[in-house]
Nanobody
């Protein structure tokens, strides 16, 4: 069982930045595929970014087109935490953001592929 605890959400203005953190009980980040999803009211939960490591310094990351170039997913082995740096935030980024972890090599784009979820952190962006 892996526990995930998100933090770092808040209310900001358009153009501002936030960094979300996902503190995990995982012993090693490279054991899992990690992702950030978001869910806006009345909408489906969607993938924002995903990352997997093939070594401590080698990783593969992918992003939703809507956030590519603005958001960066990363991790810190020393504190077993996954991050989502969000720059140039827009009102359409308003949502609850969830951290997720997958054991194995299923399709990282699918919500159903993930085994563990955090409780979510709210991000609100006003214009």
């Amino acid at each position: 069982q892996v526990q995930l605890v998100e933090s770092g959400g808040g209310s900001v203005q358009a153009g501002d930045s936030l960094r979300l953190s996902c503190a995990t009980s995982a012993r090693t980040l490279s054991t899992y595929i990690w992702a950030w999803f978001r869910q806006a009211p009345g909408k489906e939960r969607e993938l924002v970014a995903a990352i997997r490591w093939s070594g401590r310094d080698t990783f593969y990351a992918d992003y939703a087109l809507s956030v590519k170039g603005r958001f960066t997913i990363s991790g810190d082995y020393a504190v077993n935490t996954v991050f989502l740096q969000m720059n140039s935030l827009q009102p359409e980024d308003t949502a609850t953001y969830f951290c997720a972890a997958m054991v194995g090599q299923r399709d990282y784009r699918l919500r159903s592929s993930y085994d563990y979820w955090g409780q979510g952190t709210q991000v609100t962006v006003s214009s």
